[in-house]
Every structure is written in structure tokens, then in C-alpha cells.
């Protein structure tokens, strides 16, 4: 069930339907480390999803914003999910497609993170990735009464900082690679404008009242 729900939302809403569950947030003398990246971003969500009752879609939302922001390179993400289309935009367009993926982002983890259920996430390390100076931090989920599943996070420098930029699936289902193919899908029948609209959309069907 698990993959399944994986799939659907990187299909769709976003890679982003797993509980998640830590004891503390990353230390100072390791917040600069990939590790210590994934880590933040997870309590952040545990933290959201034990309040998720209280605080309502548009509280889980205000309050995972920032944290999104901070932890993901949502702009090489976007740019990367739009493909060679990218190429052809405007500027303008450039930055309304990056603010569209950053709100829908944001709108599917408030979405979906509603409710905590003791679920459990374990770092299990890090790892160099292609050659290129990126990393991958692997994790590992433990939902209630179901069987562990494996999510890389792979991430790159921005300036001095580390982000996140794709997550896999077992270790080979790519978000970003589904995203592109969504995203190809919308483009090949109409604009830019029509890919924002497209996640406007989703945005707003992220809002289900929780």
C-alpha cells in the first residue's frame, strides 16, 4: 500500500505520502551535513502531523512552507520536471512555473500529512552519488504493522548549502522522473500558463478539510 500511495502522489500531487517519526531534531554541529538536511525536514513533519488536528490544512501548510523551502532546491526541481520546455520560456514564465511547484509542494505534504500514527523513520546513512559531487541519504520507513520501504533522498550543493533535489522509491523510482512525465504530458498540448494551472489545480485538491 505503501508504494502504491508513492506512486500515485509523484504521479500526481507529490512524492511525499509516508509517516514519519524521530526523536529529535539534527544537532548544531552537524546542520550543514545532508544528513542533518533530511533529518530537519523530517521532524518538521512529525512535529506537523502530531499537531495536524489542531492546526488544520491552513495551519500544517503555514507551518511547512519554510521547511520546504529550506530543505528542497524546489527551482531545479521545477526547472528539471519541465524539461526541455524550460529552454523555450520566458523568465516570467520561468518564475511562476518555480512559485506553482513551491505552493503545490507545500499543499500535498499539509495535505497528506494530517495525522501522526506512530510511524517511524530511520537515517541509515550516506553515500556518494554519480561522480558528480551529490549525495544520497538513505532512509528507511516503518509504518504501523506494514513492511519497511527504502527512500533516497539525493541532494546538491546550492551555494554553501545542501538540498534536496529527488527522492527515490526503493531506491530506483525517481519523483523527479515521474514529475518530467507528467509535466510532458501537460506541455505537449498546451503552455506554460496551462502547466500552472495544472498545479494550481492540484494544489487546491491537496485543501481536504483535515
Known amino acids: 500500500m505503501v508504494r502504491s500511495v508513492f506512486l500515485r502522489m509523484v504521479g ?18 552537524d546542520a550543514a551535513t545532508p544528513k542533518a538536511v533530511v533529518e530537519r525536514f523530517h ?15 491552513a495551519g500544517r501548510h503555514a507551518k511547512l512552507e519554510p521547511v520546504v523551502r529550506e530543505a528542497f532546491d524546489a527551482e531545479a526541481m521545477a526547472r528539471i520536471s519541465t524539461g526541455a520546455a524550460w529552454a523555450k520560456m520566458s523568465d516570467a514564465e520561468h518564475g511562476e512555473i518555480v512559485a506553482a511547484f513551491i505552493t503545490w509542494t507545500v499543499a500535498s505534504y499539509a495535505g497528506n500529512f494530517a495525522a501522526y500514527d506512530g510511524e517511524t523513520f530511520v537515517t541509515k546513512g550516506e553515500t556518494p552519488d554519480d561522480g558528480k559531487g551529490n549525495v544520497l541519504v538513505n532512509t528507511q520507513l516503518n509504518p504501523k504493522g506494514m513492511a519497511p520501504v527504502l527512500f533516497n533522498y539525493r541532494l546538491h550543493k546550492v551555494g554553501a548549502a545542501w538540498k534536496i533535489f529527488d527522492i527515490y522509491l526503493d531506491g530506483a523510482v525517481s519523483q523527479l522522473a515521474m514529475r518530467r512525465a507528467e509535466f510532458a504530458a501537460v506541455l ?3 503552455t506554460a500558463a496551462d502547466l500552472v494551472a495544472h498545479m ?7 485543501d481536504k478539510g483535515v
Do not use: H, N, P, Y
Request: net charge positive; charged share 20%.
Open 12 to 29: 500526481g500531487l507529490a512524492a511525499v505520502i509516508f509517516g514519519l517519526g524521530l526523536g529529535s531534531a539534527a544537532s548544531a554541529q
Open 43 to 57: 521532524f518538521a513533519l512529525i512535529d506537523g502531523m502530531k499537531k495536524g488536528k489542531e492546526l488544520g490544512f
Open 188 to 190: 505537449a498540448k498546451g
Open 200 to 206: 494550481k489545480r492540484l494544489t487546491a485538491e491537496a
